[in-house]
T-cell receptor, first 114, second 110 residues
Framework: NAGVTQTPKFQVLKTGQSMTLQCAQDMNHEYMSWYRQDPGMGLRLIHYSVGAGITDQGEVPNGYNVSRSTTEDFPLRLLSAAPSQTSVYFC?????????????FGAGSRLTVL | KQEVTQIPAALSVPEGENLVLNCSFTDSAIYNLQWFRQDPGKGLTSLLLIQSSQREQTSGRLNASLDKSSGRSTLYIAASQPGDSATYLCARSGTYKYIFGTGTRLKVLA
């Protein structure tokens, strides 16, 4: 199994550009989420989804959109990139409520906004 | 606001020492407590998960305990090795949402 796959691994954007970070999992996990990791700030939750068609905001949702049309995919859209969105983004998935509720992470996407 | 705190923020020890990393959380109504390892420039790897009904979990040289009443979890690393050098993060979860601590950067000196 591939687990959680994120693309791209690296991206450089100019201020105002838009882009989508892709996340796919092949474990049939209900729960998917996006985090950003900044030095000294730890991981902060951006958006999460508890199933296809259901999304909700996390701690730092401004400037980001998500959708969950399938169980497998959970893309993160940056609408108009800003330098403050320079960060490393992680997608993670799990199956809440089961005994094996292990949060599984992708390898990360490093985004630089100039 | 639910918070997770990890102490110490950084730790440097000689090889062979036994270590204790601490994680405290403000909301005792947790579902799970999970410990992760992150190597520089890499993603997070799950080490141990403790469900709310459990008190501890063990994997090899690692042992994690959970005390919900005091809002604390500890990660015990026995006989540390240079390969254990990494950042260790704990995360508490409610039903769906995980809240992370800022991590402990561990360096084990050969």
């Amino acid at each position: 199994n591939a687990g959680v796959t994120q693309t791209p691994k690296f991206q450089v954007l100019k201020t105002g550009q838009s882009m989508t970070l892709q996340c796919a999992q092949d474990m049939n996990h209900e729960y998917m989420s996006w985090y950003r990791q900044d030095p000294g700030m730890g991981l902060r939750l951006i958006h999460y989804s508890v199933g296809a068609g259901i999304t909700d905001q996390g701690e730092v949702p401004n400037g980001y959109n998500v959708s969950r049309s399938t169980t497998e995919d959970f893309p993160l859209r940056l609408l108009s990139a800003a330098p403050s969105q320079t960060s490393v983004y992680f997608c993670a998935s799990s199956t809440p409520g089961s005994g094996a509720n292990v949060l599984t992470f992708g390898a990360g996407s490093r985004l630089t906004v100039l | 606001k639910q918070e997770v705190t990890q102490i110490p923020a950084a730790l440097s020890v000689p090889e062979g020492e036994n270590l204790v990393l601490n994680c405290s959380f403000t909301d005792s109504a947790i579902y799970n407590l999970q410990w992760f390892r992150q190597d520089p420039g890499k993603g997070l790897t799950s080490l141990l998960l403790i469900q709310s009904s459990q008190r501890e979990q063990t994997s090899g040289r690692l042992n994690a305990s959970l005390d919900k009443s005091s809002g604390r979890s500890t990660l015990y690393i026995a006989a540390s090795q240079p390969g254990d050098s990494a950042t260790y993060l704990c995360a508490r979860s409610g039903t769906y949402k995980y809240i992370f601590g800022t991590g402990t950067r561990l360096k084990v000196l050969a």
